[in-house]
């Protein structure tokens, strides 16, 4: 074989070349023509990173992309050929790449963008020039950028004139973004404009522009020196310089085309004009924040239009503003509100993958009453049905089923409180639930479930929501219990207790914190907090008999708990395909008084799809706890805690169109508050946590369609809290079926874990 290859070796050589020319790309280029390989810039001044980011992005075009020196994507258009069809335009179209050629750059006009991008910042009279650089069939242009000095803002000066337009333009003077000493920018110019014209439009100045406002620069002050003239523009039409006022309001609370002159009625100074009569008057006109003689404010124009969406009843809202035909200076405002369909029906039929593992088909039926007592309440009622089977993990077979029937109302306003003005900007919910649920777990038990919640909902601004929810109740009746989970439960009286003890009636309160609306930051957060009480108000009527310790109301025990948790996301932005995701979960529940445990539904359990991916649901914790029968059918009721902490870190990056991966790494674990002679090593010791944590790793495939994302998460784990030699990393065997069969675990689910 060595004395193959020394004696052909030299026939490797051009075989090299061939290839390396091949996939540089310039084998495709017809007879004269150049590959553009990009461009350099040079500057004789140092300037602003902005500046010079915003430089370089007027350069254009950009080259074709490169990998270790070569243009694969261009050698992979020039290999699909002319065809148009099959794999070759695929080939072409969405894999390739065109060739940039340099007939197609226009060197002298980037030159001028230049200049122009320079004297926008103030950089007056500079000069750019560029120089065309050629390598064989290669072409590259370097740019040369002699900047002026930068000018800067002496004076600032705002209109002079007596008229009232021009008084109000000089009351904006205070808040103005050109400062002394700040560099003139074109960008803040038009900025200022649109301030001005802001503030005009909510002072009644309806047909205000931005564009009747000038600004003249006069250079001649000083050297480098600027005075700025703010001024408005001698053909500004005259009705632009008036303020109006109000005059009627129409409000067409069903519109339709021909519809226009039908029941009228005044109410508060508007008209309420409606056909067939679908709303309370009062339900629309509260929402419209138009008043009589009032000035036109368009802060008010968008307040109406946000609250009238808010009722959920509308399809389209169009606010028409004209000028009134008989009063100079006043308009006329027609609201044309057209609504959805009051009744609808859905059926859907899905499959799900769940943060438990378990998976599997189902069905759910829903109604939807949009205007339910005519004053847009929404009441909602779903009939849901579910069959499941956990996929992966010990207990591969078990099945259950779900059937549940839930209802909501939701009604626009607080009941029966009345809005103050802190609730004007967003409109508050009043939300009443109200479920019934069957579960079985076949083999195992069978669980009813019934809950009430009653909640206000609300927003303090755009960012920031609450929500309290003054009552809740759940009740949970745990039977048909088989008898292999009854002798479970006879070995575990703690969990015993927290499935008795499933009569909770309590209240709490939510709060959340978010910008990640803000699609245009590079760091986006989301904080959520809870709070939930139980038990404390049952106090009042609750009883306890002679022989028992614990306390019932009407014979049924009762939950005593305080539970806090908190869920904290951080995005960071690398780039515009890449970015890391991080988040921190916390949660802590405290029985006390009737309850020396938590009910089951209110504790933690750790592991899943959506949590630790390495290692299947309530297979983790708490603590350094492994049940006695880890290995054979491990059916995980005891794998709860009363404390959760959890952190999820990712990184996020762009592979093709709708395909995106993902490294991962994720920690945390569950734990008891006090000791349980059941579960050893489960209680919490404060020195231990960060010993005790589960760590597992992997990656991921996403398939990202914007409303819809399918994703494929592979992990393994790499430290076990439960190992008596906890770090498992030495010990990863991918060629061992046995290793992949214990340790690798492929999680498929619909969306984002956080």
Same mark, same amino acid.
């Given at each position: 074989?060595?004395?193959?290859?020394?004696?052909?070796?030299?026939?490797?050589?051009?075989?090299?070349?061939?290839?390396?020319?091949?996939?540089?790309?310039?084998?495709?280029?017809?007879?004269?023509?150049?590959?553009?390989?990009?461009?350099?810039?040079?500057?004789?001044?140092?300037?602003?990173?902005?500046?010079?980011?915003?430089?370089?992005?007027?350069?254009?075009?950009?080259?074709?992309?490169?990998?270790?020196?070569?243009?694969?994507?261009?050698?992979?258009?020039?290999?699909?050929?002319?065809?148009?069809?099959?794999?070759?335009?695929?080939?072409?179209?969405?894999?390739?790449?065109?060739?940039?050629?340099?007939?197609?750059?226009?060197? /002298? *006009?980037?030159?001028?963008? #230049?200049?122009?991008? =320079?004297? $926008?910042? %103030? @950089?007056?009279?500079? !000069?750019?020039? &560029?120089?065309?650089?050629?390598?064989?069939?290669?072409?590259?242009?370097?740019?040369?950028?002699?900047?002026?000095?930068?000018?800067?803002?002496?004076?600032?000066?705002?209109?002079?004139?007596?008229?009232?337009?021009?008084?109000?333009?000089?009351?904006?003077?205070?808040?103005?973004?050109?400062?002394?000493?700040?560099?003139?920018?074109?960008?803040?110019? /038009? *900025?200022?404009?649109?301030? #001005?014209?802001?503030? =005009?439009? $909510?002072? %009644? @100045?309806?047909?205000? !522009?931005?564009? &009747?406002?000038?600004?003249?620069?006069?250079?001649?002050?000083?050297?480098?020196?600027?005075?700025?003239?703010?001024?408005?523009?001698?053909?500004?039409?005259?009705?632009?310089?008036?303020?109006?006022?109000?005059?009627?309001?129409?409000?067409?609370?069903?519109?339709?085309?021909?519809?226009?002159?039908?029941?009228?009625?005044?109410?508060?100074?508007?008209?309420?004009?409606?056909?067939?009569? #679908?709303?309370?008057?009062?339900?629309?006109?509260?929402?419209?924040?138009?008043?009589?003689?009032?000035?036109?404010?368009?802060?008010?124009?968008?307040?109406?239009?946000?609250?009238?969406?808010?009722?959920?009843?509308?399809?389209?809202?169009?606010?028409?503003?004209?000028?009134?035909?008989?009063?100079?200076?006043?308009?006329?405002?027609?609201?044309?509100?057209?609504?959805?369909?009051?009744?609808?029906?859905?059926?859907?039929?899905?499959?799900?993958?769940?943060?438990?593992?378990?998976?599997?088909?189902?069905?759910?039926?829903?109604?939807?009453?949009?205007?339910?007592?005519?004053?847009?309440?929404?009441?909602?009622?779903?009939?849901?049905?579910?069959?499941?089977?956990?996929?992966?993990?010990?207990?591969?077979?078990?099945?259950?089923?779900?059937?549940?029937?839930?209802?909501?109302?939701?009604?626009?306003?607080?009941?029966?409180?009345?809005?103050?003005?802190?609730?004007?900007?967003?409109?508050?919910?009043?939300?009443?639930?109200?479920?019934?649920?069957?579960?079985?777990?076949?083999?195992?038990?069978?669980?009813?479930?019934?809950?009430?919640?009653?909640?206000?909902?609300?927003?303090?601004?755009?960012?920031?929501?609450?929500?309290?929810?003054?009552?809740?109740?759940?009740?949970?009746?745990?039977?048909?219990?088989?008898?292999?989970?009854?002798?479970?439960?006879?070995?575990?009286?703690?969990?015993?207790?927290?499935?008795?003890?499933?009569?909770?009636?309590?209240?709490?309160?939510?709060?959340?914190?978010?910008?990640?609306?803000?699609?245009?930051?590079?760091?986006?957060?989301?904080?959520?907090?809870?709070?939930?009480?139980?038990?404390?108000?049952?106090?009042?009527?609750?009883?306890?008999?002679?022989?028992?310790?614990?306390?019932?109301?009407?014979?049924?025990?009762?939950?005593?708990?305080?539970?806090?948790?908190?869920?904290?996301?951080?995005?960071?932005?690398?780039?515009?395909?890449?970015?890391?995701?991080?988040?921190?979960?916390?949660?802590?529940?405290?029985?006390?008084?009737?309850?020396?445990?938590?009910?089951?539904?209110?504790?933690?359990?750790?592991?899943?799809?959506?949590?630790?991916?390495?290692?299947?649901?309530?297979?983790?914790?708490?603590?350094?706890?492994?049940?006695?029968?880890?290995?054979?059918?491990?059916?995980?009721?005891?794998?709860?805690?009363?404390?959760?902490?959890?952190?999820?870190?990712?990184?996020?990056?762009?592979?093709?169109?709708?395909?995106?991966?993902?490294?991962?790494?994720?920690?945390?674990?569950?734990?008891?508050?006090?000791?349980?002679?059941?579960?050893?090593?489960?209680?919490?010791?404060?020195?231990?946590?960060?010993?005790?944590?589960?760590?597992?790793?992997?990656?991921?495939?996403?398939?990202?369609?914007?409303?819809?994302?399918?994703?494929?998460?592979?992990?393994?784990?790499?430290?076990?809290?439960?190992?008596?030699?906890?770090?498992?990393?030495?010990?990863?065997?991918?060629?061992?079926?046995?290793?992949?069969?214990?340790?690798?675990?492929?999680?498929?689910?619909?969306?984002?874990?956080?």
């Amino acid at each position: 074989m060595i004395v193959v290859f020394k004696k052909y070796k030299l026939l490797l050589i051009p075989i090299v070349m061939m290839a390396f020319v091949s996939c540089s790309g310039l084998s495709g280029l017809q007879y004269g023509e150049y590959l553009y390989t990009g461009a350099k810039i040079e500057y004789t001044n140092s300037l602003s990173s902005s500046l010079e980011n915003e430089i370089e992005n007027v350069v254009k075009p950009k080259p074709n992309s490169k990998l270790l020196g070569m243009r694969p994507k261009l050698t992979l258009y020039y290999l699909a050929g002319d065809k148009d069809k099959g794999f070759s335009k695929l080939l072409k179209n969405k894999i390739g790449e065109k060739p940039i050629l340099f007939k197609n750059v226009k060197a /002298k *006009k980037t030159a001028l963008l #230049i200049e122009n991008r =320079l004297e $926008n910042n %103030g @950089y007056f009279n500079s !000069n750019v020039n &560029y120089k065309i650089e050629k390598q064989k069939r290669k072409v590259s242009i370097k740019y040369f950028v002699d900047a002026n000095v930068q000018y800067l803002i002496d004076t600032l000066i705002f209109p002079q004139g007596s008229s009232s337009i021009e008084n109000e333009i000089r009351k904006t003077y205070s808040s103005s973004l050109l400062k002394k000493d700040n560099s003139y920018n074109l960008e803040v110019l /038009k *900025k200022e404009r649109k301030r #001005i014209d802001k503030i =005009l439009k $909510n002072k %009644g @100045y309806y047909f205000f !522009n931005p564009d &009747y406002l000038i600004f003249q620069i006069d250079s001649s002050v000083a050297k480098s020196r600027l005075n700025v003239y703010l001024k408005l523009k001698d053909e500004t039409p005259d009705k632009a310089k008036f303020a109006y006022k109000i005059n009627n309001i129409f409000v067409y609370a069903d519109y339709s085309l021909g519809n226009l002159l039908v029941d009228t009625s005044l109410v508060d100074g508007k008209y309420y004009i409606s056909k067939h009569k #679908i709303f309370r008057p009062n339900t629309i006109l509260n929402a419209v924040y138009f008043q009589q003689n009032k000035v036109y404010s368009r802060n008010v124009h968008n307040l109406t239009y946000k609250h009238l969406m808010a009722l959920d009843v509308y399809k389209y809202i169009e606010i028409k503003i004209v000028q009134d035909s008989i009063s100079k200076h006043s308009l006329n405002i027609k609201l044309l509100l057209t609504p959805k369909k009051k009744i609808s029906v859905d059926a859907e039929l899905s499959a799900v993958s769940k943060s438990n593992n378990f998976a599997g088909p189902g069905i759910k039926f829903s109604f939807t009453d949009r205007n339910f007592f005519k004053g847009a309440e929404k009441f909602n009622i779903n009939l849901d049905s579910r069959l499941e089977t956990q996929i992966s993990g010990n207990n591969k077979w078990n099945n259950s089923y779900n059937i549940g029937l839930t209802s909501e109302l939701s009604i626009p306003r607080f009941v029966p409180l009345k809005s103050t003005s802190y609730f004007v900007k967003f409109v508050p919910l009043t939300k009443i639930n109200l479920g019934y649920n069957l579960f079985n777990r076949i083999n195992y038990f069978k669980l009813n479930s019934l809950k009430f919640t009653f909640k206000y909902k609300w927003k303090a601004n755009a960012s920031n929501s609450h929500t309290l929810k003054p009552l809740v109740i759940d009740f949970v009746d745990l039977v048909n219990s088989s008898s292999e989970f009854e002798k479970y439960l006879d070995k575990n009286p703690i969990i015993r207790k927290s499935f008795e003890e499933q009569f909770i009636l309590g209240s709490g309160y939510e709060f959340s914190i978010t910008n990640l609306k803000k699609s245009n930051l590079k760091l986006n957060y989301a904080f959520k907090g809870s709070l939930d009480l139980s038990g404390n108000l049952l106090n009042l009527f609750a009883t306890k008999a002679a022989s028992e310790d614990i306390e019932k109301v009407f014979g049924v025990v009762y939950s005593q708990f305080l539970q806090i948790k908190s869920d904290f996301r951080l995005n960071q932005k690398i780039s515009k395909k890449s970015k890391f995701a991080f988040r921190l979960f916390s949660g802590i529940g405290l029985p006390y008084g009737n309850s020396t445990t938590l009910p089951y539904l209110k504790q933690f359990f750790i592991g899943g799809t959506n949590s630790l991916r390495a290692f299947t649901a309530r297979s983790v914790g708490p603590g350094e706890y492994l049940p006695d029968n880890t290995g054979t059918e491990n059916i995980y009721f005891d794998q709860t805690g009363d404390i959760k902490l959890e952190t999820n870190l990712e990184y996020r990056f762009g592979i093709y169109s709708i395909f995106k991966g993902a490294l991962f790494v994720d920690a945390g674990n569950i734990w008891l508050l006090n000791e349980d002679k059941n579960r050893k090593g489960a209680e919490i010791i404060a020195d231990k946590i960060i010993d005790q944590l589960a760590i597992g790793t992997g990656l991921g495939l996403r398939i990202d369609v914007t409303f819809f994302v399918l994703r494929f998460d592979l992990a393994f784990p790499v430290r076990k809290p439960y190992m008596q030699d906890k770090w498992v990393y030495d010990k990863i065997n991918l060629a061992s079926k046995n290793w992949r069969k214990e340790n690798l675990i492929l999680n498929i689910a619909i969306g984002y874990p956080f």
